[in-house]
């Protein structure tokens, strides 16, 4: 053979190997560790200001705080409590207790409740027992029954959680006692689960049950060398609000101290809140507990579903909110008549905390921050039991009569069924649309002749009416609604406009210098690129005094949460600080950031952009104002984009002084109209006084000859005949005075005055004179 053709078909097999050897297939306990996003969310280190406890108080207390936190770890925690949490609400377990111990030193956390504990017996299918089975293998759990109909009001679903700990930890140890079998079992896994100890298990008789987990977190695989105050912080949190999720039925223990929740209002008062606010509480459902007090910083939640706590919210937030706003909304319109307030008013000013027992809820993701709305089963992926046994489905066969047994083709068939159809209303969102279509599909699966006959049918909505005069749009979809832009105008100091609009009109060339402008703002704002700018705080030193004078700070940029960032950068590691003085009222801002002596000098001498990035003293790089969003109504209507200020300047200046040009053009009519009226009254009275025409004495058509001989007919009057003449022949005789003609000649003489000083008067200079006027008034 050929060395080209070996060497051909050695280069081919070559490539198939490489090709080959880029397909992979890995266990089950591989690929949760090559991609742990994809089970219990991000294992990257995040800055994020949340919630967290604080662990250096003797009394617990929540507050809000920027901190560094990785979520998977936190998640491993969270799934290990909650299957504590879990014991808490099962019948029978008889738990009062969960205990949390953390050595931040060796990373090690130990978690105890004093359940009845895990059943120790052997899963003969699987050759172990099922402490076991529940945390050395994934998708194993108790609550998997949902063909049976059980009601499950624990966290637990997706039998996951507990194994996903033990494959992140380097070490993790269950030790339980089943109470009911009287045995003691523990077992130990290392290295990520890749090892395990064979079960040690011993018969007890006077102890009592308890499950305890011990486990050392990899924190290399998070890219952690330790245990950090902030994940300490966040998993102390977590355990207060397991104490608060358990309505009292079980006590916390923080390294040995109790943490006191008997009432919501004792979880309550752990949070910030305006001083001497009342809570109100509503906790006569046991399975249903909510507290409303005055919020602080906008809208807030604290939100928990089956000791979850749901971060993002959900339906059931959704819920509870716009039952609290109506209600409030609702009564302040009963005080105050007339008065304009919206829902998202109320909602802004409130915190709202929700403690739920809900059964089988669904959640957006393993991570569980969303509660999801439940959805009418997808019949053609389901199992008949299943399909048998789900609530809804059952319910609407048992209300609509319907038989799987019947096609529903012949006519005899539908006398059976107890309505004539079935309407879907639903929301014209997505979420609307998905429920229509699993109502459709179920129909179609069992019954596909009854969607022939016409008995279904949807109650289509319009997401959004718009109305202008008689013309009506709808909007079905949110697709439709996309037709629309989203549109950001910077805001400009009028007087800025006015005075380069000024300029355009006096024929000269305005420089393009317009900065954007903010009313009360004392900083800067300079351009940093194009149609793009940012915004300084105003700020002094004071050298003998060692302190930062800030007394305005960047837009966008609250006095509070800037005394936040001073107090946190105050009191972390190597801080600068000596001090911080807030001398802040309503409408003024004066921080005081007094310097160490060793730190002053460094400080003082600092580039001005790295002294604004490290004082937070100007806009982040990702929130620059920008012109790139600029979209209005053109001169023809219609929706146009704007590149900058002077495009929208340019355009509205011909369109305005269009306008002018109409009006200077309107008040020259209207003058010589009023002085054709004045003229004419003047005449009519002199000939009345000389008795040269006399309405009394004249027919009706003398008296409208007359008329047309000696007097202009009113332009504006609409008809024939004397009704032409009404602004003469409806005048009173007691106006028939030779005072009243006298001052109506005055009158006439004025406005001629007028009118020529306004036809002198160009459209631009009408204009000019306007903007004077509203500077003086301005100044």
């Given amino acids: 053979m050929p060395a080209k053709v070996k060497s051909d078909k050695a280069s081919k097999a070559a490539a198939d190997k490489v090709i080959a050897d880029s397909y992979q297939h890995l266990s089950d306990l591989e690929h949760v560790l090559v991609r742990p996003d ?38 491993i925690f969270d799934e290990i409590i909650l299957n504590a949490y879990d014991q808490t609400v099962r019948d029978g377990t008889g738990c009062t207790s969960i205990r949390v111990d953390i050595d931040q030193a060796t990373g090690t956390i130990s978690i105890t409740n004093n359940g009845q504990g895990i059943p120790v017996i052997k899963k003969e299918n699987m050759n172990c027992y099922i402490p076991e089975m529940l945390f050395g293998n994934l998708r194993t759990s108790s609550n998997y029954d949902d063909a049976n109909s059980k009601k499950r009001i624990t966290g637990g679903r997706n039998g996951l959680g507990g194994t996903l700990a033990v494959i992140f930890s380097k070490s993790f140890t269950l030790e339980t006692i089943d109470k009911e079998r009287k045995k003691h079992y523990a077992q130990s896994w290392t290295d990520n689960m890749s090892t395990k100890t064979e079960p040690v298990i011993k018969t007890v008789r006077s102890k009592a049950p308890f499950t305890k987990i011990i486990f050392v977190p990899d924190l290399a695989r998070f890219k952690l060398e330790s245990l950090s105050d902030d994940h300490v912080m966040l998993m102390k949190k977590r355990l207060i609000d397991i104490g608060f999720a358990t309505h009292s039925h079980a006590k916390t223990y923080y390294d040995g101290n109790l943490i006191s929740i008997k009432r919501a209002n004792d979880y309550m008062k752990l949070y910030d809140h305006p001083e001497n606010e009342k809570f109100i509480v509503d906790d006569t459902n046991e399975r249903w507990t909510v507290g409303v007090v005055l919020s602080n910083n906008g809208f807030q939640h604290a939100s928990f579903v089956n000791g ?59 991570a569980k921050e969303t509660l999801k709305i439940r959805k009418l089963l997808n019949v053609r992926n389901a199992t008949r039991s299943k399909v048998a046994n789900n609530d809804e489905i059952k319910n ?12 529903y083709e012949q006519d005899a068939d539908m006398k059976s069924l107890r309505y004539g159809g079935i309407i879907s209303l639903t929301d014209s969102d997505l979420d609307g649309y998905h429920i229509s279509g699993l109502i459709l599909n179920f129909i179609h699966h069992f019954w596909p002749a009854l969607i022939a006959r016409g008995f279904l049918s949807f109650c289509i909505t319009p997401i959004v009416k718009v109305t202008s005069g008689s013309k009506l749009l709808e909007y079905y979809t949110l697709q439709d609604m996309k037709h629309g832009f989203s549109s950001d105008v910077l805001h400009y100091n009028p007087v800025d406009i006015a005075n380069y609009i000024k300029l355009m009109l006096m024929e000269k060339t305005p420089e393009r210098n317009i900065l ?21 705080a105003r700020w002094t030193f004071d050298s003998k005094k060692r302190i930062l004078h800030i007394t305005d ?34 409408t003024i801002v004066h921080f005081k950031l007094v310097f160490k002596k060793n730190e002053f000098e460094t400080w003082l001498k600092m580039d001005r952009e790295d ?26 209507g219609r929706i146009k984009k704007y590149s900058d200020v002077y495009e929208i300047i340019d355009e509205y200046y011909h369109v ?63 008809g024939t005949g004397l009704s032409r003449y009404e602004y003469l022949v409806s005048m009173s005789y007691r106006s028939f005075t030779d005072e009243n003609a006298t001052r109506m000649k005055t009158l006439v003489k004025k406005k001629e005055k007028k009118l020529k000083l306004i036809e002198a008067t160009t459209a631009q200079q009408m204009w000019i004179n306007d903007i004077d006027t509203i500077m003086d008034m301005l100044h």
């Fill in 396 to 407: 609407i066969v048992r209300i609509v009569g319907l038989k799987y047994e019947l096609t």
């Fill in 553 to 586: 700070l960047s837009i966008n940029v609250s006095a509070d949460s800037y005394k936040i960032f001073c107090e946190d950068l105050l009191n972390g590691k190597d801080s600068p600080l000596d001090k911080v003085l807030c001398n802040n009222t309503d």
């Fill in 516 to 536: 954007p402008w903010y009313k009360g703002f004392t900083g800067e704002i300079v351009q940093v690129a194009q149609n793009r700018f940012t915004a300084y």
């Fill in 308 to 366: 979850i706590h749901t971060i993002l919210g959900g339906t059931h937030v959704d819920h509870e909110v716009n039952q609290i706003t109506k209600l409030i909304g609702d009564k302040i319109k009963s005080k105050i008549k007339n008065i304009a307030i919206k829902p998202s008013d109320i909602k802004n000013k409130i915190f709202v905390f929700i403690r739920a027992i809900i059964e089988n809820p669904v959640f957006d993701s393993q």
């Fill in 656 to 718: 305005r002084l269009e306008l002018y040009g109409a009006r200077h053009e309107a008040i020259i009519e209207q003058l010589r109209y009023e002085m054709m009226i004045l003229s004419n009254k003047t005449k009519f009275i002199t000939m009345i006084k000389a008795s040269k025409i006399d309405q009394r004495k004249m027919s009706e058509a003398l008296l409208l000859a007359a008329l047309e001989k000696n007097f202009e007919a009113d332009p504006r009057a609409s």
């Fill in 611 to 636: 002294l604004a990035d490290k004082l937070r003293l100007k806009l982040a790089k990702k929130k620059v104002l920008s012109t790139s969003n600029m979209y209005l109504f053109g001169a023809n």
């Fill in 38 to 75: 994809t089970y219990i969310g991000s294992s990257a280190l995040v800055e994020d200001n949340i919630f967290i406890a604080d662990i250096d108080s003797e009394t617990p207390h929540i507050v809000k705080k920027k901190i560094e936190y990785v979520p998977e770890l936190i998640k």
